[in-house]
């Protein structure tokens, strides 16, 4: 089902891990996201995508056959568990664009919890505001240390402008202590992705609101979605590694694996 693992190449062109800055720290802590530009190169993506095309027409429930009660939480659309259909793509747990943020948002013992390849085609009328861990009025933070108990990196294939079906994000929603009805496409203050290029990384907070815009375009949105936890997060429902992803990953893949039998529950933030 997957495909050749002997077809490698290098994890795009950055030759060291990038440290964060004062000015990210900052934007991550008030806004809550991080627009990383060009963070994976040309030939990294095309690859991408080339193995998800490969994997088109998989048998999604013979695939999960081992997990029936855990399918009905995966997303499919068209694919959850990427890492367990290939492999390969295991690099994005700890990928070099973005393995220098994971430590400061989440702690240095950072957890796998979910992972999906979503595609948002022609037509899609656009999704609901939502949260994937509650809001906190410190932004999860303490003591000028990140306490984030859900982090998601959107590994973006695809290049994304007005129309396209674009992510979008209520900056500072995640510390916000004021309700507002989320029943409505537009909220004050909200930013939309739309000038997004194939190769970009987005990495934010969960506990901002969030939401997929409308696709008015003829392309489909592709995007590789990898979520992360702190040390003590647990997997989500569904998407326990497989034993034999477990065992093709490097040991520092294995590590951020290795909550697998620990089963996601929010954890409290003081």
Known sequence: MATNPAAQIAPSVITSIPGITGDQRFLFDTVGYLHLRGAMA?????????RIDALAGTDLAAFNAD?????????????????????????????????????????????????????????????????GVSRHDTGHMRGGA??????????????????????????GSHKSNVDIPIDRADLPGQHVFDDVHAGDFIIFNEAVLHNGTANRSAATRKTLIVNFGRADAGVWEGYAPADRTFAAATPRQ?????????????????
């Open 146 to 171: 990140f306490l984030c108990p859900m982090v998601k990196v959107f590994h973006c294939l695809t290049d994304v402008g007005p129309g396209g079906g674009a992510f979008v994000v209520v900056p």
């Open 254 to 270: 294995r590590r951020i694996l290795d909550n697998r039998d620990h089963a996601w529950t929010e954890p409290s933030i003081p």
């Open 42 to 50: 040309g030939d990294e993506v095309a690859e991408s995508l080339r």
């Open 67 to 131: 997990r029936p009660d855990g399918m009905a939480k995966q997303l499919n659309r068209p694919f959850s568990r990427i890492l367990d259909l290939d492999p390969w793509f295991l690099r994005f747990l700890d990928h070099p664009a973005s393995c220098g943020f994971l430590p400061e948002f989440l702690g240095p013992d950072y957890r796998h919890i979910d992972n999906d390849v979503l595609y948002t085609i022609p037509g899609y009328p656009g999704g609901g505001w939502h949260r």
